[in-house]
């Protein structure tokens, strides 16, 4: 930052004067540089601390996959819903061509984090897997996810 100096150029004296008053200036203005500088490298720290910390809120979430493995096939399903929630989830398989199908249905709970996965044995071949999930708000509104899956694919 500059800094404005006044002297009479014929005068020794007054220019090492002048020169010693401006040193002092800018070792000032440096040092309040200096303290602006890190304080704003800690309110950042802070704010990324902060947010880290805070609690952002996801919207509910519903993934179904089949897949083969080594004891047949599965489904395998994954949501993340409000926390500690009590749930009732439907798995329907529908028949070939419309035909006659098969459904479960399980009462589960979300964990802390909120997430819940489970993994359900299929039963017969069908054109598509269809899993719902429903739960209950404090307030009484149930609210459900649906998600179809098609074998093969997800």
Excluded at 5 to 34: H, S
């Amino acid at each position: 930052m500059p800094v404005g100096v006044q002297f009479d150029p014929r005068v020794p004296g007054e220019i090492r004067d002048e020169y010693v008053r401006t040193l002092r200036r800018k070792r000032v203005l440096l040092g309040v540089a200096l303290a602006m500088s890190l304080l704003g490298a800690g309110l950042v720290a802070v704010t990324l601390f902060a947010g880290g910390m805070a609690e952002g809120k996801r919207s509910p979430d519903l993934r179904a996959y089949e897949r083969d493995v080594r004891g047949g096939r599965v489904l395998a399903v994954m949501a993340h819903l409000p926390i500690a929630t009590k749930l009732e989830v439907s798995v329907r398989g529908a028949g070939e061509k419309g035909g006659a199908g098969w459904s479960k249905t399980f009462q589960a709970r979300t964990r802390g984090s909120g997430d819940f996965d489970m993994i359900v044995p299929l039963e017969g071949t069908a054109d598509t897997y269809t899993v719902a999930i429903e739960w209950e708000d404090g307030e009484g509104l149930v609210t459900s996810l649906r998600r179809t899956v098609s074998p093969g694919g997800a």
